[in-house]
T-cell receptor, first 109, second 109 residues
Framework: NAGVTQTPKFQVLKTGQSMTLQCAQD?????MYWYRQDPGMGLRLIYY???????DKGEVPNGYNVSRLNKREFSLRLESAAPSQTSVYFC????????FGSGTRLTVV | GIQVEQSPPDLILQEGANSTLRCNFS?????LQWFHQNPWGQLINLFY???GTKQNGRLSATTVATERYSLLYISSSQTTDSGVYFC???????????FGKGTSLLVTP
């Protein structure tokens, strides 16, 4: 039972490059989320998907896009990476409580 | 959105000591969770506890929803308990899991 799986675990991008962070859950949860964590802070919500086919902005959506590909998968895309997007990104799914993936550490230089 | 405040921000304990971490929240909640972020950055769910009391080994948690606070008790602390403890909550009217800024715990031998 894998829970929430994120790929990649680490990534270094140059300013202006694009990339997609992948997330998949095998718990049949309807709701999925993308968070970012900056040093010394708690997590902040970027985007969420309450159910397959729907997505909504969270607290810090600028510079990101998402796709809920199916019930299992929810991807986060950076179209033109900026140094301010250097962070650790967590995907989560929810039924009752939240289950988080192990995170993607992204550095934009 | 719901405000989540944690105290203390930092805590240093000697191995074997007990501690209590506090979480205050500003609205009625349908979800409250305690997480442990270990030194490798993984977010481990400790308790899903929107109300009541739960125990898991040396850890226990109590949420008094009517008074809008939750407590996490760590007994007989071990060096492996070191890390950051986050409290996070969803309000009844909100969609996002809002995190506090965490309590950074260091347990020394």
């Amino acid at each position: 039972n894998a829970g929430v799986t994120q790929t990649p675990k680490f990534q270094v991008l140059k300013t202006g490059q694009s990339m997609t962070l992948q997330c998949a859950q095998d718990m049949n949860h309807n709701s999925m989320y993308w968070y970012r964590q900056d040093p010394g802070m708690g997590l902040r919500l970027i985007y969420y998907s309450a159910s397959e086919g729907t997505t909504d902005k969270g607290e810090v959506p600028n510079g990101y896009n998402v796709s809920r590909l199916n019930k299992r998968e929810f991807s986060l895309r950076l179209e033109s990476a900026a140094p301010s997007q250097t962070s650790v990104y967590f995907c989560a799914s929810r039924r009752g409580g939240y289950t988080f993936g192990s995170g993607t550490r992204l550095t934009v230089v | 959105g719901i405000q989540v405040e944690q105290s203390p921000p930092d805590l240093i304990l000697q191995e074997g000591a007990n501690s209590t971490l506090r979480c205050n929240f500003s609205d009625s909640v349908n979800n409250l969770q305690w997480f442990h972020q270990n030194p490798w950055g993984q977010l481990i769910n400790l308790f899903y506890i929107p109300s009541g009391t739960k125990q898991n080994g040396r850890l226990s948690a109590t949420t008094v929803a009517t008074e809008r606070y939750s407590l996490l008790y760590i007994s007989s602390s071990q060096t492996t308990d070191s890390g950051v403890y986050f409290c996070a909550a969803n309000s009844n009217s909100g969609y996002a899991l809002n995190f506090g800024k965490g309590t950074s715990l260091l347990v020394t031998p």
